[in-house]
């Protein structure tokens, strides 16, 4: 059976430093991953590495989506194959509005859909009907004056437009609080009722956010390698002993 994403006994270094051990994981379609652990484990490493980040040098091991390995491939060539990193930290640029640089990122991901700006906006404003966000959101300049939630809320709307087949929420929980959370899993919810297919990872601290994001699969991951799977009783016993005692 072909999985959506196979990592392959790899192996990830910064600075001639050894930040993953050894990780082996499938992720099937449709499927909800979640990752869990301390900081310092490797987990946001692990997001970056997926999605090419050229800091993070893989010494041993595979990377395959959809059976091809991608671990030559840019980020860019990754993203074009259906990849999304939503990010813990998203980025502030004045002067571009939201709305643009949605249209120009979807030109580029989908060059052979080139599409009018008409046209773009028939398909962006269904997203946003979609996701129930107001027109004036896509007006401001990318993340500028943001709160937290609208800047997660921000990449969920990428996420939309762009569809990919495979989401990484690196820590999609930060600095959010309980409402904002649950705004933001509510529209990632609801591109999952409208695309059954899509996998996500999600990786995180804490147990709160799996309470919105059902999780059909928990790892814990320490010291670079994952060392205990489970199902979503995993994170609510996590939330009740620790890492330590794991």
């Not at 692990?46 to 090419?52: D, E, K, Q, R, V």
């Not at 671990?71 to 813990?88: K, S």
């Not at 600095?175 to 933001?184: F, P, T, Y």
Request: net charge positive.
């Amino acid at each position: 059976m072909k999985h959506l994403l196979s990592i392959k006994n790899l192996h990830v270094s910064i600075k001639n430093k050894d930040i993953i051990k050894g990780i082996n994981l499938d992720i099937d379609s449709g499927q909800i991953h979640a990752i869990m652990g301390p900081n310092g484990s490797g987990k946001s490493t692990l997001a970056l590495t997926l999605m090419g980040h050229p800091k993070y040098s893989i010494q041993k091991g595979q990377i395959l989506f959809e059976g091809k390995d991608i671990i030559n491939l840019l980020v860019d060539q990754r993203a074009r194959l259906g990849m999304f990193l939503a990010l813990q930290h998203p980025y502030e640029i004045e002067g571009v509005t939201l709305r643009d640089f949605l249209r120009q990122s979807y030109n580029s991901i989908y060059s052979d859909k080139h599409l009018s700006p008409k046209e773009f906006n028939d398909l962006l404003n269904q997203k946003m009907k979609d996701l129930n966000i107001s027109e004036s959101f896509v007006c401001r300049y990318l993340n500028v004056g943001f709160s937290g939630g609208e800047k997660k809320l921000a990449e969920t709307l990428q996420m939309a437009v762009l569809n990919p087949k495979f989401i990484i929420l690196d820590e999609l929980d930060s600095g959010l609080d309980i409402d904002a959370l649950q705004n933001v899993c509510k529209a990632i919810n609801k591109l999952k009722e409208l695309n059954p297919k899509l996998s996500i990872l999600v990786i995180t601290h804490y147990q709160r956010i799996l309470k919105f994001l059902k999780p059909d699969f928990v790892h814990v991951m320490q010291d670079g390698k994952i060392i205990k799977s489970g199902g979503k009783e995993l994170a609510e016993e996590l939330e009740k002993i620790g890492y330590k005692k794991t």
